[in-house]
């Protein structure tokens, strides 16, 4: 079964209003979570790494109060994603490290589509 | 920083033909990781390799790892349209708390 649930599958919102999304490791702590957005027929591209307790560190040309990312507890990241526009469509998926299996698990990804 | 390349970037094969998908990396790779995709929708895990010479099998899908050329590659065995899909191959760092470089992926459609 899934070990990383990500929550909603599919959001559709209005321009300017915020989205949150969550990614949950169901049977592991994860100190570490990462989030990756995909455009249609691309690959998946790092947007950052969440880090448990800490802020987030971003890559290069993301908006960090654009993409507002919460790692309260060993369990949950979110991805606030803060005043969508339209060119915010797309997909975003998050990933959880397991130090046990030093392996990561993905979740299967949110659509976010702004009208 | 770390770059994987895959080849082909498409494919299209006759229900029942074996194929094979590439994947280069620009630096040493410490595990390599294979996913499936279907459009629009998240990632299948298929197999992690971490080893250098490691080979493992699912089904009908053998990956195998080889670390002094960098490569990877998939190889499908009798394929069916169920396995249509997109293939990535992502790049693992030496611990699970390094981020996963995924490569551009290749898109898979098999003829019935």
């Known amino acids: 079964g899934a070990v990383v649930s990500q929550h909603p599958s599919w959001v559709i919102c209005k321009s300017g209003t915020s989205v949150k999304i969550e990614c949950r490791s169901l049977d592991f702590q994860a100190t570490t979570m990462f989030w990756y957005r995909q455009f249609p027929k691309q690959s998946l591209m790092l947007m950052a790494t969440s880090n448990e307790g800490s802020k987030a560190t971003y890559e290069q040309g993301v908006e960090k109060d654009k993409f507002l990312i919460n790692h309260a507890s060993l369990t949950l990241s979110t991805l606030t994603v803060t005043s969508a526009h339209p060119e915010d469509s797309s997909f975003y998926i998050c990933s959880a490290a397991s130090v046990a299996k030093n392996i990561q698990y993905f979740g299967a990804g949110t659509r976010l589509s702004v009208l | 920083s770390q770059e994987l390349e895959q080849s082909p970037q498409s494919l299209i094969v006759q229900e029942g033909k074996n194929l094979t998908i590439n994947c280069t990396s620009s630096k040493t790779l410490y595990g390599l990781y294979w996913y499936k995709q279907k459009y629009g929708e998240g990632l299948i895990f298929l197999m992690m390799?971490?080893?250098?010479?490691e080979e493992k099998s699912h089904e009908k899908i053998t990956a195998k790892l080889d670390e002094k050329k960098q490569q990877s590659s998939l190889h499908i065995t009798a394929s069916q349209p169920s396995h249509a899909g997109i293939y990535l191959c992502?790049?693992?760092?030496?611990?699970?708390?390094?981020?996963?470089?995924f490569g551009p992926g290749t898109s898979l459609s098999v003829i019935p």
């Open positions: 390799l971490q080893k250098g010479g």
């Open positions: 992502g790049a693992d760092g030496r611990t699970s708390y390094d981020k996963v470089i």
